[in-house]
């Protein structure tokens, strides 16, 4: 970032939105913009909180049960599609309505289907995340190396090593490309889910909080969620950074 | 002309047949039209053609890896339907799993048959010498040059003991220094191996080089325009680049060639 020509390091343009916020929100000229300054305590309070707690691990099990349920589903159904046109005509269509439609207006039917509970949050972190997971997998298998699946048929692979000793190595990087805009989605889902279901996890606090113009903790509460989302995906990076080398060496 | 000398070796039983092939792409393409060959088992014989002649095609089927539109392949007596044990693929663009080390690329003919890891590794091992890699055994393709990946290909189709050896263009993609160390390692291998090679290349001087029969192919549709045995000459590298019968191939394969190119 560059001001009057003189560049800014990211660490200090996040600093100036910093200052910024905590200049409008002592001027109090919005209810909604508290300083930025009570912001920071009402997240180390947080921190301690009970109730935050409890939260954070009811959210945190239905976001990893989701994401699991996910993975298991969204790469070999990627896979799969990737490997047999037939299929990927078959269910291609469905998995990219999904991935482009508001999946938000879905959720109160999975509330029906699932009842008001944990099931669904499961569910809706599920619905957001595998369909990205399964398109970039598919993508991966469409854009992988034909002699390396030659390779594997002139020297008798079975169409199970085919898949485990093959495909899904060489489709690597594209899963996991995959897995950290899946997350990211996941995270969404969680919250959209909670806030629809309204009683449970987050979502609960985020209502309580709003509803209560508690604006320091319902601040502190989306801040934490942003650093959660940004830093899974930051993890997901670092592994594919690791395994970036076999993208180069791709035919 | 010096280098249709016929010898003994022209009479050794053949190891692949490949009786009225022919291969149409989509009902347009007619890439091999009619071919009738036979390849003599101990051997090496080149398919030589201008580029998109159907060379690749014709290996390819022969592999099992594509299906002709007409026509059959023998392989030891047997119709092939698909790839077998008996054929072993080099290919031009190495095809090596980048995320495993030249040992288990070596190895993963045999590693996909079920061996146990030691003595696949082992099989292997042995095998990563002779194509002249040892010390190489843990690194991973991306840290070695063309030439070596094509090396631990070479080892990968020998680990698992095909009879016979498709190799198509394999020194295409590797530098001229590189390629004319890997012909003669080639020669030296193929006295050790005694396999039955089948070899595709573009290149005249490779094909007269490493082999015993070079397969001369016509332009689209292609078709078998000339069979030419080429007797190895005795010596070293540089006697047999400047032997008078070895010139004397090359030199009639260009003429031939070059009918095409005027056509
Ligand atoms: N999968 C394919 N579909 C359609 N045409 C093809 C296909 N593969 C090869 N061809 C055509 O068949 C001809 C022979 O190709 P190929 O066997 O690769 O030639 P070569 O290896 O001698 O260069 C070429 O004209 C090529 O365009
Ligand atoms: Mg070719």
Redesign the pocket.
Known sequence: MKIFGVKIPMMYSLLIWVVLWEIVGQMEMFLVIPPFSGIVVAIIEMAQAENFHDAASLSLYSFAMGMLISIIVGIPLGLVMGKIPAADRLLGMWVNVFLSAPLSSLVPIIMILFGFGQTTIIVTVFMFAVWIITLDTCAGVKHINPSLLEMGESFGASSWQMYSKILIWAVLPEILAGLRLGLIRGVKGVIIGQLLVALIGMGELLTVYSRGFHMEEFWALILFLFAFALGTSWLISLLERRIEYYAGSRG | MAAETSDTSAKAESIVEVRHLSKT??GR?R??EDINLSFPKGQLTTLL????????????IIAGLLEPSSGEVFVNGKKITGPGPERAFVFQDFALMPWATVLRNAAFGLELRGMAKNERNEIARKYIAEVGLTGFENSYPRELSGGMRQRVGLARALAVNADVLLM??PFSAVDEQTRRKFQEDMLALMEIEKKTFIF?T?SIEEAVYLSDQVVL?SR?P?KVSEIIKAPKAAGSPDEIRRDKVYLDTVEHIWQTLRKYLEE
């Open positions: 792409y989509d393409v890439a091999l053609g201008p580029s998109g002649c159907g060379k690749t095609t014709m290996l390819k198509d263009e595709v573009h192919l689209l292609g």
